[in-house]
């Protein structure tokens, strides 16, 4: 059964800094990818970045490119990380991670993935 849980959600400062971890189990594709989403209130969840098994290719929305980056845990190959810096207070919203079977080409979008996290909340605000 595969399993996505996400983590390092929390209160931050604009300007600020946050690392979201996304530890996966029980997923058996050779290839397959990661993605991050958010999900503000009353809208579709959006893609912001994604991650390749085995080349560890990412892509990024506009939207955080520059700001976020995606990368995999050299040690723990299943856990990957979303790197976030110059945090604004709009980006304070749900952050999920899901997998889907395949390789990330381009932006994530979330009909593409089919297993979730139950997600991690970033509030940015002074």
């Known amino acids: 059964q595969v399993q996505l849980v996400e983590s390092g959600g929390a209160l931050v400062q604009p300007g600020g800094s946050l690392r979201l971890s996304c530890a996966a189990s029980?997923?058996?594709?050779?290839?397959?990818?990661i993605g991050w989403f958010r999900q503000f209130p009353g809208q579709e969840r959006e893609g912001l970045a994604c991650?390749?098994?085995?080349?560890?290719?990412?892509?990024y929305a506009a939207a955080v490119k520059g700001r976020f980056t995606i990368s995999r845990d050299n040690a723990a190959k299943n856990t990957v990380y979303l790197q976030m810096n110059n945090l604004k207070p709009e980006d304070s919203a749900n952050y999920y991670c899901?997998?889907?079977?395949?390789?990330?080409?381009?932006?994530?979008?979330?009909?593409?993935?089919?297993?979730w996290g139950r997600g991690t909340r970033v509030t940015v605000s002074s």
């Open positions: 899901a997998a889907k079977r395949g390789y990330c080409v381009g932006s994530p979008h979330r009909y593409e993935y089919d297993y």
């Open positions: 991650i390749s098994s085995d080349d560890d290719a990412t892509n």
């Open positions: 029980g997923f058996t594709a050779e290839h397959h990818a």
